[in-house]
């Protein structure tokens, strides 16, 4: 098992580029989740689903678009990247319900907008 | 809104040290807590779940309890050694929040030998 990955592993965008972030995961998770991490501010959930063809905001969704059109890919996308978007992006993904089971997490996007 | 606090925020003992890192939180009507590690540059790794009926959960060396009502759990690591240096969360799912886990801001560790 791969478990969940994530591509890219880096990336630099000007101000006002687009650009799409894959997490896939081959566990048959129903839950996946995109997160952010940034200094003092911890870990904040961007979006999340909770299966295939559906998803849901999360604390911080402003600026982001997220399609979970496939069971084992979970996508997050950027229209017009902006500064305050540098960060390093985790992907996660749980069984259902997440209540009662851990999450797993990918090895991370740092993603610069310059 | 629930919080979550990691205290200490940075933390370096000799190599086979006991050690206990705590985190608390200020709503404590919770589902679950799960302590995870995160090395430099890296993603995480769950170590630890505690459901809410729990108390505690061990994991070799690892040690998690869970005290609901006064909004605290500790990791104890036991006969610490250089390869636990890495920075700890703590995050905790509540009744209020849906899937969400809520992080706290984390304890990097450092184990000297």
């Known amino acids: 098992n791969a478990g969940v990955t994530q591509t890219p592993k880096f990336r630099v965008l000007k101000t006002g580029q687009s650009m799409t972030l894959l997490c896939a995961q081959d566990?048959?998770?129903?839950?996946m989740y995109w997160y952010r991490q940034d200094p003092g501010m911890g870990l904040r959930l961007i979006h999340y689903s909770v299966g295939e063809g559906t998803t849901a905001k999360g604390e911080v969704p402003d600026g982001y678009n997220v399609s979970r059109l496939k069971k084992q890919n979970f996508l997050l996308g950027l229209e017009s990247a902006a500064p305050s978007q540098t960060s390093v992006y985790f992907c996660?993904?749980?069984?259902?319900?997440?209540?009662?089971?851990?999450?797993?997490f990918g090895p991370g996007t740092r993603l610069t907008v310059t | 809104k629930q919080e979550v606090t990691q205290i200490p925020a940075a933390l370096s003992v000799p190599e086979g040290e006991n050690l206990v890192l705590n985190c608390s939180f200020t709503?404590?009507?919770?589902?679950?807590l799960q302590w995870f590690r995160q090395d430099p540059g890296k993603g995480l790794t769950s170590l630890l779940l505690i459901q809410s009926s729990q108390r505690e959960q061990t994991s070799g060396r690892l040690n998690a309890s869970l005290d609901k009502s006064s909004g605290r759990s500790t990791l104890y690591i036991a006969a610490s050694q250089p390869g636990d240096s890495a920075t700890y969360l703590c995050a905790v799912i509540d009744n209020n929040a849906g899937n969400m886990l809520t992080f706290g801001g984390g304890t990097r560790l450092m184990v000297k030998p």
């Open positions: 709503d404590s009507a919770i589902y679950n």
């Open positions: 996660a993904s749980s069984y259902s319900p997440p209540l009662d089971y851990e999450q797993y």
């Open positions: 566990m048959n998770h129903e839950y």
